[in-house]
């Protein structure tokens, strides 16, 4: 069945992150970093199936050669920035549909970078991957990486910071939306063009943004490991934070059946009525985003400590989780 999976991750200089490096991961190619001298070469990659940039739809006409140079865009990214601290860019991570083939796959995520694109008026780099061959790995794992500038592209290169990088105290006084809407949105209109490509394909599955308890679903959510503790396992190592993770996961199964089961359980469900399918304050967003990271802050301070060859984290410390479906 169709997955709903998209992740927001951004890339700083307070934490190391390279933009070129990340993109030449993403896309396995061999991109040298200007600013710190630096080549990050991933041109070993075989499971890159698709890779383009896409840049707001009223340049279509305009010759706008530098920002489809992947390496010219992204050093650009980074020598517009003077901040130490400065964040560079913004990544999507979405799942794609394994129900869809290779051409309604890529008609779907283009078409998503393209709205981005439009939206924010940032250059997308959108890059495809197949899933990973390795053991554990899931073979549904088609994705895609969408690494968008956090500056507005124009024909002479990259200007203002998108309205997305801006506090929200100045978005208030533009007239907009606290930030975290645009999340709500861009997460809410991944599922709507997801489902549309699944209808237009002939598919019945699909995908819903909201939560289990707005969906009406009664049950736990699943647990997400982490990076970290996915390739300790993956490499054959133990991991306790993914040892606790699962535990926790049964033990909330276990007291939600056990709950279930007392008596009077059925009345208090009838007295509560039908699933009202609302979805959650911002005030719930908010708080449990900043719970959720917290506690993967946490997970991989703890996992990165210690032996083991090293072989806690991942290789290169600008990657995210290649694998969406990794428990």
Do not use: C
Not at 151 to 179: F, H, M, N, W, Y
Not at 238 to 258: G, K, Q
Not at 306 to 319: F, H, N, T
């Amino acid at each position: 069945m169709a997955v709903y999976f998209l992740n927001l991750k951004t890339f700083g200089r307070s934490d190391g992150s390279s933009a070129p490096g990340a993109a030449a991961y993403r896309a396995g190619e061999r991109i040298r970093d200007n600013r710190t001298g630096r080549t990050h070469d991933h041109s070993d990659r075989q499971d890159v199936l698709h890779k383009e940039i896409i840049v707001p739809a009223r340049f279509a006409d305009t010759d706008l050669g530098w920002a489809r140079d992947r390496a010219v865009l992204w050093n650009a990214a980074e020598e517009a920035e003077t901040r130490k601290n400065a964040r560079v860019a913004r990544e999507y991570l979405v799942a794609l549909p394994v129900e869809l083939n290779s051409e309604q796959r890529l008609g779907l995520v283009r078409g998503f970078s393209q709205e981005l694109s439009d939206r924010y008026r940032f250059a997308v780099d959108l890059t495809i991957h197949a899933p990973r061959d390795f053991p554990g790995s899931d073979p549904r794992n088609f994705h895609a990486h969408l690494l968008a500038t956090t500056r507005e592209v124009s024909t002479a290169g990259l200007t203002a910071k998108t309205t997305l990088e801006i506090s929200d105290s100045k978005r208030r006084q533009l007239g907009l939306d606290p930030a975290i809407y645009e999340l709500l949105y861009v997460r809410e209109r991944w599922a709507a063009v997801t489902n549309e490509a699944l209808r237009l394909a002939r598919v019945a599955a699909r995908i819903d943004h909201r939560t289990l308890e707005a969906q009406g679903i009664d049950r736990e959510p699943r647990p997400q490991i982490p990076r970290a503790a996915f390739e300790m396992e993956r490499h054959g190592y133990r991991s306790v934070v993914a040892e606790r993770l699962r535990e926790e996961y049964e033990s909330r199964v276990r007291e939600r059946l056990e709950r279930t089961a007392q008596p009077g359980a059925d009345r208090a469900a009838q007295t509560a009525g039908p699933p009202t399918g609302k979805s959650q304050t911002l005030e719930e967003i908010r708080r449990q985003a900043r719970e959720s990271w917290l506690r993967l802050r946490q997970e991989f301070a703890d996992g990165s400590a210690g032996g083991a060859g090293g072989k806690q984290r991942p290789p290169d410390s600008e990657r995210i989780a290649d694998d969406v479906f990794a428990r």
